[in-house]
């Protein structure tokens, strides 16, 4: 006994949906381009460009750089005696896990702050300071804020600390 709900071989397909019919409009827009009274949109768009791009470009590029390269010395300098005085410490000490998690703070707001600028990417300065506080916050979640942090791993990152003084110094 077969269901009127079922599709057989021998049952016709009805279907209670209206077809879809695709709709193809078409707009087509005159354009007199020897009318000179009325100026076309893109005309416009390109004058206003050309006439807006350098003052805006002015205004963008450089009055911020005096200022925050001052700020990146200071904030960098800070960062780096965070760093010395946090993997100094003893592991016994029991200021040792509020000393990384601040340092992580500090990091991780220095990392978001200027790794957008592109004038500091190319700096010695920022390469060997990201290095650095890659390498410590990178220890510090793989193995806890009390782990301490081994010899070579310790002088690599010092190292990179003291390159990273110097060229602050230089200006680099």
């Given at each position: 006994?077969?269901?009127?709900?079922?599709?057989?071989p021998?049952?016709?397909?009805?279907?209670?949906?209206?077809?879809?019919?695709?709709?193809?409009?078409?707009?087509?827009?005159?354009?007199?381009?020897?009318?000179?009274?009325?100026?076309?949109?893109?005309?416009?768009?390109?004058?206003a460009?050309?006439?807006?791009?350098?003052a805006?470009?002015?205004?963008?590029?450089?009055?911020?750089?005096?200022?925050?390269?001052?700020e990146?010395?200071?904030?960098?300098?800070?960062?780096?005696?965070?760093?010395?005085?946090?993997?100094?410490?003893?592991?016994?000490d029991?200021?040792?896990?509020?000393a990384?998690a601040?340092l992580?703070?500090?990091?991780?707001?220095?990392?978001?702050?200027?790794?957008?600028?592109k004038?500091?990417?190319?700096?010695?300065?920022?390469?060997?300071m990201?290095?650095?506080?890659?390498?410590?916050?990178g220890?510090y979640?793989?193995?806890?804020?009390?782990?301490?942090?081994?010899?070579k791993?310790k002088a690599?990152?010092?190292?990179?600390?003291?390159?990273?003084?110097?060229?602050?110094l230089?200006?680099?």
């Amino acid at each position: 006994m077969a269901s009127p709900t079922l599709i057989t071989p021998t049952s016709k397909l009805t279907s209670h949906l209206s077809p879809i019919k695709p709709k193809f409009t078409t707009t087509i827009t005159a354009t007199n381009s020897t009318n000179g009274h009325q100026p076309r949109r893109r005309e416009f768009l390109s004058l206003a460009t050309t006439i807006l791009s350098p003052a805006w470009l002015s205004v963008v590029s450089t009055p911020a750089l005096a200022a925050s390269d001052e700020e990146y010395v200071k904030e960098t300098e800070e960062v780096i005696n965070k760093v010395r005085t946090t993997i100094q410490m003893d592991k016994n000490d029991p200021n040792v896990a509020s000393a990384v998690a601040d340092l992580r703070e500090t990091s991780n707001s220095w990392v978001a702050k200027y790794r957008r600028e592109k004038v500091l990417l190319a700096r010695v300065s920022f390469r060997d300071m990201y290095s650095a506080l890659n390498a410590v916050s990178g220890h510090y979640i793989s193995f806890g804020p009390t782990a301490p942090i081994p010899a070579k791993r310790k002088a690599r990152i010092l190292e990179e600390m003291d390159t990273a003084e110097k060229a602050l110094l230089r200006g680099r």
